[in-house]
């Protein structure tokens, strides 16, 4: 079976005021069906715009995508044609604030119905609000037929996250992209979102991309990872492998600036599989270990395989 991103060699460089930043800088990935990816960093990395770059959602006249990048077999970065088809549809995103990222003058029930119709135009109303009701019993919304009827202030931030991921699935899309999507949520929330979180993919299958800064979330969702700084990946591999047996520096420096993990199997045995572990500590601000010269210069950087089977760039 095909793969549903592959990406190799992605730079996006980002007009400012100050001259042009690259920031992303020659990253390549695979998301095969079923598994699911994350890119991990702190803040100004540059992990939310690469996958922001790979839905185009960053504006073409402040923005220099190249590189190849496709998302099931449909090219990203050549052509804008596929991008309708597959937004909403083949794709579904959850978005880092879902505090803001409803119209406050809408219904919740109206913004999801619409999103169904955008996603399938050849549904009525009628049922376009059935399938909304549907998709809120999925994400666990109780009483949903009253909950169609609130506007998004009237909802917690985590009600307003599970309407978002129910948009996200609506399609029954092959990709998700999950942007931090428990970083503006109370830490008694997270849990229950993560949860959910895999609890769909489990039953649907669907691949995911996820983007988040904390190796808590990143160790209990993922299969690989990607640690970024600077705009590149610093290192890579299966998740046990990156979370356990660092070796990078950073990867390090990141692992020291948060609570201690436990053993895999105290937390599997504590939440039977679930997300209840999720370390609380705020956003890592880890001291900027020193580079190798050509992670500084931004040579093109070439991986090799460590020990431990994790990737090294």
Same mark, same amino acid.
């Given at each position: 079976m095909s793969a549903v991103v592959e990406v190799d060699d992605l730079v996006v460089e980002l007009m400012t005021p100050a001259g042009i930043v690259r920031a992303v800088d020659g990253v390549? =990935?695979?998301?095969?069906?079923?598994?699911?990816?994350?890119?991990?960093?702190?803040?100004? $990395?540059?992990? $939310?715009t690469t996958a922001m770059s790979l839905l185009r959602l960053l504006p073409d006249d402040l923005a220099v995508i190249s590189g190849t990048a496709s998302i099931v077999g449909n090219d990203v970065v050549g052509t804008r044609k596929h991008l309708g088809a597959l937004r909403g549809r083949a794709v579904g995103?959850?978005?880092? *604030?879902?505090?803001?990222? =409803?119209?406050?003058? $809408?219904?919740?029930?109206?913004?999801?119905?619409? $999103?169904?119709?955008?996603?399938?135009?050849? =549904?009525?109303?009628?049922?376009?609000? +059935?399938?909304?009701?549907e998709l809120m019993h999925q994400v666990h919304i109780d009483a949903p037929e009253k909950r169609m009827r609130s506007y998004p202030h009237e909802l917690s931030g985590g009600m307003l996250q599970r309407i978002l991921i129910a948009a996200a699935i609506g399609a029954e899309p092959q990709l998700i992209v999950a942007d931090e999507p428990t970083s503006a949520l109370d830490v008694t929330v997270q849990a229950g979102i993560l949860d959910l979180l895999l609890e769909l993919q489990e039953r649907?299958?669907? +691949?995911?991309?996820?983007?988040?800064? *904390?190796? /808590?979330?990143?160790?209990?969702?993922?299969?690989?990872?990607?640690?970024?700084?600077? /705009?590149?990946?610093?290192?890579? /591999?299966p998740v046990e492998q990156v979370v356990d047996r660092p070796q990078h520096?950073?990867?390090?420096a990141l692992l020291a600036a948060i609570p201690e993990l436990g053993p895999w199997h105290d937390?599997?045995?504590?939440?039977? /599989?679930?997300?209840?572990?999720?370390?609380?500590?705020?956003?890592?601000?880890?001291?900027?270990?020193?580079?190798?010269?050509?992670?500084?210069?931004?040579?093109?950087?070439?991986?090799?395989?460590?020990?431990?089977g994790a990737e090294l760039l």
């Open positions: 390549s =990935l695979r998301i095969e069906p079923g598994e699911t990816v994350t890119i991990i960093g702190e803040s100004g $990395s540059g992990k $939310s995103l959850i978005p880092q *604030d879902p505090m803001t990222a =409803l119209n406050p003058i $809408s219904t919740v029930g109206a913004q999801l119905a619409e $999103s169904i119709r955008r996603a399938q135009p050849g =549904l009525d109303k009628a049922a376009a609000r +059935a399938r909304a009701v649907t299958g669907v +691949a995911m991309l996820l983007i988040t800064h *904390d190796l /808590g979330v990143a160790r209990l969702m993922s299969d690989r990872v990607h640690v970024m700084r600077r /705009g590149v990946f610093v290192e890579g /591999g520096e950073y990867t390090q937390a599997e045995a504590t939440t039977g /599989g679930g997300a209840a572990p999720v370390p609380t500590a705020p956003e890592p601000t880890p001291p900027d270990p020193p580079l190798p010269h050509d992670l500084t210069a931004r040579e093109p950087a070439s991986s090799a395989q460590t020990a431990t």
